[in-house]
């Protein structure tokens, strides 16, 4: 069932120490202290990283990054990761090839490789 709040409500299954929340369209993400992400809402197009394709209640945790993440953002519906020496990792849509792996044929569900620079990433809005 959905319920809109005027007020803010803590979410189940997260404890204290998580920083840098990311809000999609319909997926939110946050970074643990310990580097791990965690993200709930909905699942639909992989954007949860979870390995699956479906919505979460409660937070999941992102599957296959390998390394300890120092931020998240969210677009849409996909999310990216900065992870040690500036590597990105990104998960979700990828229609428009928002994911930065030079394909848009598929929305995948866990990380794959992003971009090979250093950039500043940001959530922009992504039509998918």
Known sequence: MHVDRLTPVAVTGLSSGMHGPGGGFY????????????????????QLGNDMWNDQLTPVTVVELGDPV???????????????????????????????????????????????DEFILRGDFDPM
């Not at 939110?28 to 993200?39: M, P, Y």
């Not at 990104?90 to 995948?108: A, F």
């Open 27 to 46: 997926h939110s993400c946050v970074t643990t202290t310990g580097g791990e992400i965690r993200c709930w809402g909905g699942g639909g197009s992989g």
């Open 70 to 116: 120092s931020s998240v953002s969210t677009g849409l519906v996909h999310t990216c990761a900065i992870l040690p020496q500036g590597r990105v990792k990104c998960w979700g849509s990828n229609g428009y090839g928002q994911l930065g792996n030079n394909d848009n044929s598929l929305s995948v569900a866990v990380p794959v490789d992003a971009l090979e």
